[in-house]
């Protein structure tokens, strides 16, 4: 786990893109923290050029439900990346295990099936107050960092391997 402190900020203008369009999926269980991971996936993708009308954010009941509703999105070819945001807090059972594993693995292989970035943006907790650190408070905003994953990778996705000069 890390513990370096990041800046809640968005790194505005590290990766303009203004054609790109993003399905920020956030899980509507533990709404606090979701809530403001999604807020920072948005104005971190604005403040990288990304249009509004290109940014469409979609609510699923829980974090469990995030790899099905990627599934959904990473199929449409208007869809150019899909970000996945949620919070699983340990309990006392080994929900919390199950839960992380699938989504975990649910959305690495949508995103290896469809070729398009999936980003896992899904804090895994063992406290609300180590998610709230992970949700805007001391360690930054995850939301701000899953969205420069997406740029990240949407960059990477088509530079040239080698240049043919």
């Known amino acids: 786990m890390s513990t ?3 800046s809640q900020d968005p790194i505005a203008g590290t990766f303009p893109d203004t054609r790109h369009r993003f399905v920020v999926l956030y899980a509507e269980w ?6 403001a ?8 993708l604005k403040a990288n050029q990304v249009p509004e009308k290109n940014i469409q954010t979609l609510p699923v009941p829980g974090s469990f439900e ?11 070819p208007e869809v150019d990346a899909v970000i996945c945001l949620g919070c699983v807090i340990q309990g006392e059972t ?5 839960i992380c594993q699938a989504v975990a693995e649910g959305l690495t292989r949508i995103g290896i099936q469809s070729k398009k970035p999936v980003i896992f943006g899904v804090l895994t907790t063992n ?3 180590q998610a709230l650190e992970r949700a805007g408070g001391s360690l930054g905003n995850k939301g701000c960092e899953a969205a420069m994953a997406a740029l990240q990778m949407l960059a990477m ?8 000069a």
Do not use: W
Request: aromatic residues 12%; positive net charge; contains cysteine.
């Open 127 to 129: 406290t609300q107050l």
């Open 157 to 164: 996705k088509e530079k040239p391997i080698f240049d043919h």
């Open 94 to 98: 080994r929900h919390f295990d199950f």
């Open 30 to 35: 533990n709404q606090q923290i979701t809530h």
């Open 4 to 6: 370096q402190t990041r």
């Open 66 to 76: 995030l790899s099905t509703a990627a599934a959904f999105y990473a199929e449409k």
């Open 37 to 44: 991971l999604r807020d920072g996936c948005v104005q971190t």
